[in-house]
């Protein structure tokens, strides 16, 4: 059964740290883009950042450039999102889902467009 499970998620101040982590079974992760979605209260799904099977990344949102970064370590079928310098603006249900080609050009992906979707995990950025 293929499975993409994110954690990591919870509450924190403005200008702290969280780690999401997605972890994938049933299939080869390492084959398969990955990218990391949120959607907030109130607004579209969107995308944030993609990693490729080659380890090159993708931005979809210019004010998370210098805070988030993705990193995969495909031994463990795992892809990380680093996101320092939490804003308000960052608080969302972030996403992780999987393409088995390359990172899509845009952010703005419907469901079909990916091949796997995680569930989410809940990111609050407040004081």
């Known amino acids: 059964q293929v499975q993409l499970v994110e954690s990591g998620g919870g509450l924190v101040q403005p200008g702290g740290s969280l780690r999401l982590s997605c972890a994938g079974s049933?299939?080869?992760?390492?084959?398969?883009?990955i990218g990391w979605f949120r959607q907030a209260p109130g607004k579209e799904r969107e995308g944030v950042l993609c990693?490729?099977?080659?380890?090159?990344?993708?931005y979809y949102v210019d004010s998370v450039k210098g805070r988030f970064t993705i990193s995969r370590d495909n031994a463990k079928d795992l892809v990380y999102l680093q996101m320092n310098s939490l804003k308000p603006e960052d608080t969302a249900v972030y996403y992780c889902?999987?393409?088995?080609?390359?990172?899509?050009?845009?952010?703005?992906?419907?469901?079909?467009?990916?091949?796997?979707w995680g569930k989410g995990t809940l990111v609050t950025v407040s004081p």
């Open positions: 990693i490729s099977g080659s380890d090159d990344s993708t």
């Open positions: 889902a999987a393409v088995l080609s390359s990172c899509p050009s845009s952010g703005h992906v419907s469901l079909h467009g990916m091949d796997y």
């Open positions: 049933g299939f080869i992760l390492g084959y398969y883009a």
